[in-house]
Nanobody, 127 residues
């Protein structure tokens, strides 16, 4: 069973940057997992931020973060990252990484498609 551990959250001013990391400890090859980042603000649903196929060859973004956030994964380090630039107060949320064993090269966009979740990391953007 894969365990996911996020890190890198914190408090930043609007316009600033943060990089989140999601480290996976797995008994299966990390390269066989589709992965994604989701976020949840208080009182709101958990929404997709970005998701990628098992080999990182296909990555999709929510419209609200396109051009500002970049998801990338380093399969040699069993780690996925989310580089967040030009942060806005509306980006404030708990950010979760998610994974699902999925050997096909497909991007999973729905939170319901994932069965493994990290504990979450708080990102707060002040205005």
């Amino acid at each position: 069973q894969v365990q996911l551990v996020e890190s890198g959250g914190g408090l930043v001013q609007a316009g600033g940057s943060l990089r989140l990391s999601c480290a996976a400890a797995s008994g299966r090859a990390f390269t066989n997992y589709a992965m994604g980042w989701f976020r949840q603000a208080p009182g709101k649903e958990r929404d997709l931020v970005a998701a990628t196929s098992r080999n990182g060859g296909d990555t999709r973004y929510a419209d609200s973060v396109k051009g500002r956030f970049t998801l990338f994964r380093d399969n040699t380090k069993n780690t996925m990252y989310l580089q967040m630039n030009s942060l806005k107060p509306e980006d404030t949320a708990v950010y979760y990484c998610a994974a699902r064993f999925f050997p096909q090269t497909i991007v999973l966009l729905s939170a319901d498609s994932y069965d493994l979740w990290g504990q979450g990391t708080q990102v707060t953007v002040s205005s």
